[in-house]
């Protein structure tokens, strides 16, 4: 985060407002993030043609069942709503939502205890 602000002053044509409204809904977010130990999902994307063939979600398995052999709950953030129930079918439940002033989409953050590895 500190690097991404270190750039702003070299790049003062992104000053908008509404690039200062995301970035005040992210300093929101990041405040936010819950302070018991646990696996941060930052970022998990897949290639357009990609989508709906099972690639995320395979990603998202093999990256819990890791989470899940740790004994070790998981937290993330969704600025889609449409990624919510995968999510959810994952197990994770929505904490809240974070609505932005700036039209910008809500942010849903997302929780999921650890589960017992079956046998």
Do not use: C
Request: hydrophobic share 40%.
């Amino acid at each position: 985060m500190l690097e991404l602000l270190q750039l702003l002053p070299t790049a003062p044509f992104i000053l908008s407002a509404h690039t200062i409204n995301a970035l005040n809904l992210m300093f929101k977010v990041e405040g936010l993030h819950p302070t018991e130990p646990h696996w941060y999902l930052f970022t998990l994307g897949t290639a357009p043609e990609r989508q709906g063939q099972g690639v995320g979600s395979a990603l998202l398995r093999s990256m819990l069942a890791h989470i899940d052999e740790a004994g070790e709950p998981a937290y993330l953030e969704s600025s889609k709503e449409r990624n919510v129930p995968l999510y959810s079918r994952f197990g994770f439940e929505v904490i809240d939502e974070i609505a932005s002033k700036a039209g910008s989409p809500p942010i849903w953050r997302m929780w999921r205890e650890p589960r017992v590895p079956e046998i």
